[in-house]
């Protein structure tokens, strides 16, 4: 009997819970499932179920299955998935596209499947997900959160714990962003007695019961073991029978010729499918003389068609094959599959993976690593890493290349986020007498990866370390100053951090790096803003900008645009920002450089901050701080949760900005690190919130005390400037005030264009003399400007002025200015706060009230109304970011606040709630 063709048994519960999501998702609802269970107990029987449910309900689906080897090839996985999926079109990223450009394909991927979705609902399989490569595991993070609002139901299987991997990781994290687990259980007595009768064709005795409870209610290893019974049941008492499956296996292949066993035995060690080709070379014998072997081990339900390869009927049969063969037969299978795949071009990571499992041997195994880790690490640095560690004690210790693969590895453990055993790694190294620039090779690679993740102390550190070990006028010198001074200006220590950055321009132009001109250069426009010359921020940026370009891959790799940026940002010159942002972020689609991808959302963040663009401010930064956890740098996230908290005291009050300042305290104390100002600028706004002058006093001293070194606290934001000076009055700090005072006359007289910057330099000086023509000079600049909340906070604070002189029709006409400025920023908070003002104004109309409702349609903010009514439309995600100027990360966090607070999850009802309160094209001017 065909056993694969049985009925499922003993799984109608979870079958059913999986009938009631297809059919949730056939109304609009997206979902994902991460059903779990042991080798064999039905994980694939149960997905095939649920595919033939899917189609029969109309939907479209995308299945596959992950294999061990994929661990070892980034994105292999993701390939396989949507290769021979005719829904998509022939469109789909694949072979090198998808090795060279991850993030690129990832988000092609995405928006294919979005737009599908609205035609169709989707059933996306993953089996075996746990056997899925680093990259696949990194986009599974971004694309399931990222449809979740779609028509589509995401469905994992996976073996249970101790298989550890970024696979399980990913699913892991998965569940604990909202994806429902499913546990499969063993059988039921009751479920494995029906089964033994489908299988025999007739109702089990005692005798077959008692034998099939041997199998511990395992489907596939019963089916097994009742395929070699007699008609009339097992003849034998219980405690004489077959007692593993292991045995069972190995008994039903005894009955083989020897010369089959034999190939089956080389079959054993691909552990993926595989061409009959290969296996005729890996026995020295010409493949038609295996085509009997082939057909026979078919016939006998060993092997299955896939395709133009074979592979076995089942995972467990093949570990049970392999597992039987004496050690030192393995070990020789693979050095030989190695030597196989070599002699046909196989790619360096399938013949490695041999080497290993052979015990190494080749005199040349480090070279073959080397070029492995060349394949993998890109897109998959943990992957990467483990491969390494794994083949340094199979290499030569007389190698050269053993000492460059563990340099690398260190750069990727920290890139994996895996600083503690990059660590270990390096100083384990940096012992074994190392020649000087080997060992400065080694620290390069370390400090590399620990300023990628926010590791700033522990960047100077080491290139203090290994700057004397580097030869002069170096690559390597070069790079270790590059990296030396923006780990200085990360700190605050500005004058260091100018003489190593122009020391890093003259080593990298006498050494012709590209690379260290761009990053030197670039942390030259880091120290200029820090020391309050704009112009030279922004003439050093265009500088690192031009070199870049001029030096292709390896000079944007760096990211100068991020530079400029921030330098057009501190000029108040926020379209060109935003025009530099947009550039970069097509560099990073092409050049795959994940790193940059969190302080790009910080950037953008600030400067929809700035622009009074409060709810977008919000979205970019959750994006961003979604992305840290996702790439396992939480130390990049903590700037991130610092300007959510900022943003939160405007539009959600203090509780909310101290749970986002509450984590990032605890990454600080958990690694370690030095407080970035955004953090500390921002306890000191939620200390003010609560009015506690203490605490006030003590956050002023910490930031005062950063003033003194380093400018950018106020050259980049210069709303601090009135803030500080009036927080430094009311707690009775006079001196603190005028220390402010003196450092923003001091910025306004360097950089005299910048209007937003001379405003606030009055806004302050009015403040801490009470001086309402300084307030009114304040406003004058600010209106020049282009920041709306600070142009609000001018008028607030000159309304304030104007009503202590008795001009109450002035002060009224500016608190409806002021209140009305901050209502368009969704400055929520500070906007009920001149609504309240307003309400104690004789013969004044009650001011209009808006965005204090916590749910439904009324609560929806206009940011989120522009992004609803688009999707309402039928966009997708990145065709409303296209439309709106945001990135595709801040349109789906603000679809998941806005689902939130209507009570819906998919884009179906969505629309209908749409149509239910707008009439057509009302949102034109939204």
Avoid at 63 to 85: E, G, H, M
Avoid at 456 to 471: D, G, N, Q, Y
Avoid at 620 to 632: C, D, F, M
Wanted: hydrophobic share 45%; aromatic share 4%.
């Amino acid at each position: 009997m065909d056993t694969d063709a049985l009925p499922l048994i003993g799984r109608e519960r979870v079958l059913g819970e999986s009938r009631e999501l297809l059919l949730q998702v056939a109304e609009g609802a997206g979902n994902c499932v991460v059903v779990e269970g042991s080798a064999g107990i039905g994980k694939s029987r149960l997905l095939q179920e649920v595919e033939a449910e899917s189609r029969a309900l109309g939907l479209g689906v995308i299945a596959s299955q992950a294999v061990k080897l994929d661990k070892n090839t980034p994105l292999i996985t993701l390939r396989s998935l949507f290769r021979s999926c005719h829904l998509l079109g022939p469109q789909i990223p694949a072979g090198p596209e998808l090795n060279t450009s991850t993030l690129w394909a990832v988000d092609q991927v995405g928006e294919m499947i979005a737009q599908q979705a609205r035609k169709q609902p989707m059933l996306i399989a993953l089996d075996d997900a746990h056997w899925a490569d680093e990259a696949t595991a990194l986009a599974l993070r971004v694309l399931v959160p990222a449809l979740r609002s779609d028509s589509v139901l995401w469905y994992f299987t996976r073996r249970p714990y101790p298989i550890r991997s970024c696979a399980q990781e990913a699913l892991d994290w998965l569940i604990g962003d909202g994806a429902q687990k499913r546990q499969l259980e063993p059988l039921s007595d009751g479920a494995v007695a029906q089964l033994c009768a489908e299988v025999l064709g007739s109702e089990p005795d005692e005798a077959t019961l008692a034998y099939a409870a041997r199998s511990g209610g395992n489907p596939f290893l019963l089916r097994e073991m009742l395929r070699g019974l007699p008609v009339d049941g097992p003849q034998e008492p219980p405690a004489a029978m077959t007692p593993t499956f292991f045995d069972a296996v190995g008994e039903r292949m005894q009955d083989l010729p020897e010369d089959t066993r034999r190939a089956l035995d080389a079959m054993t060690v691909f552990g993926r499918p595989f061409g009959v080709h290969e296996v005729a070379a890996l026995l020295g014998r010409p493949a038609v003389d295996l085509l009997g072997t082939v057909a026979m081990l078919v016939d006998a339900e060993v092997l299955i068609e896939q395709g133009a390869k074979l592979c076995f009927r089942h995972e467990l049969i093949r570990e049970a094959l392999y597992h039987r063969m004496p050690e030192p037969t393995r070990a020789t299978l693979h050095q030989e599959a190695a030597s196989v795949l070599a002699q046909h071009g196989r790619s360096a990571t399938e013949q490695v993976k041999h080497l290993l499992l052979s015990g190494g041997g080749w005199v040349d195994v480090a070279t073959v690593v080397k070029r492995a880790v060349q394949e993998i690490a890109p897109a998959a640095p943990n992957t990467g890493a483990d491969l390494i560690l794994r083949s340094l004690p199979l290499i030569d210790e007389r190698s050269p290349i053993r000492a460059e693969l563990a340099a690398e590895a260190v750069r990727l453990l920290v890139l994996a986020g895996r600083p503690t055993e990059a660590i270990e790694l390096g100083q384990r190294f940096r012992g074994g007498g190392l020649p000087p620039n080997t060992e400065a090779m080694l620290l390069l690679g370390l400090t590399e990866a620990l300023h990628t993740v926010g590791e700033h102390a522990a960047v100077i550190e080491h290139t203090v370390l290994a700057l004397p070990r580097a030869k002069s006028d170096s690559m390597v010198r070069a790079e270790l100053l590059a990296m030396h001074a923006h780990g200085l200006v990360s700190i605050g220590d500005i004058e260091p951090a100018a003489a190593a950055a122009t020391n890093t321009v003259h080593v990298a132009n006498r050494a012709r790096t590209h690379g260290a001109l761009v990053c030197g250069t670039g942390a030259r426009s880091r120290v200029s803003l820090a020391q309050g010359d704009i112009a030279s921020a922004i003439r050093y940026g265009a500088e690192a900008v031009r070199f870049g370009d001029r030096a292709g891959d390896i000079g944007r790799t760096r990211h100068p645009r991020l530079h400029l940026a921030a330098a057009l940002m501190a000029a108040d010159r926020l379209g060109e920002a935003e025009e530099e942002l947009c550039r970069d972020e097509q560099d990073v689609a092409e050049l795959e450089t994940v790193w940059s991808r969190p302080p790009r959302y910080l950037c953008r963040a600030e400067l929809l901050l700035a622009t009074g663009r409060l709810n977008d401010a919000a979205a970019e930064a959750e994006a961003g701080i979604l992305l840290t956890e996702q790439l396992s740098a939480e130390a990049l996230a903590v700037p991130l949760l610092a300007l959510r908290a900022v943003v939160a005291l405007r539009a959600d009050g203090v509780s909310a900005a101290w749970r986002h300042l509450n984590r990032a305290q605890e990454i600080v104390e958990t690694g370690r690190r030095r407080l970035p100002d955004l953090l500390v600028w921002a306890r000191l706004l939620a200390e003010e919130a609560e009015g506690d002058s203490d605490r006030i006093r003590l956050e002023l001293v910490e930031l005062l005390d950063r003033l003194k070194r380093s400018r950018s606290l106020l050259v980049g934001a210069p709303e601090r400037i009135p803030v500080l000076v009036r927080l430094a009055v009311r707690v009775g700090a006079d001196d603190a005030a005028a220390q402010v005072i003196a450092s923003a006359v001091e910025l306004s007289r360097r950089n005299p264009d910048v209007q937003v910057l001379l405003g606030a330099t009055a806004h302050g000086a009015g403040l801490l003399r009470r001086d309402v023509r300084a307030l009114r000079t304040a406003v004058e600049h600010y209106r020049a400007g282009s920041q709306p909340v600070l142009l609000a906070h001018g008028l607030e604070d000159l309304a304030a002025a104007e009503a202590d002189l008795g001009n109450l029709d002035q002060a009224t006409e500016l608190r409806i200015e002021a209140e009305s400025a901050y209502a368009r920023c969704d400055a929520l908070l500070d906007a009920a706060r001149m609504r309240g003002l307003l309400t104690r104004t004789p013969n004044l109309p009650e001011p209009r009230r808006q965005g204090t409702r916590k749910t439904g349609w009324g609560s929806l903010t206009r940011a989120e109304l522009r992004v609803v009514r688009l999707v309402a439309e039928g966009l997708t995600n990145r065709e409303v970011a296209n439309r709106l100027y945001l990135s595709p990360h801040t349109v789906d966090s603000h679809l998941r606040h806005s689902f939130a607070k209507l009570g819906i999850t998919s884009r179906v009802e969505l629309a209908r709630r749409v149509m239910t309160h707008d009439q057509p094209a009302t949102h034109a001017n939204t």
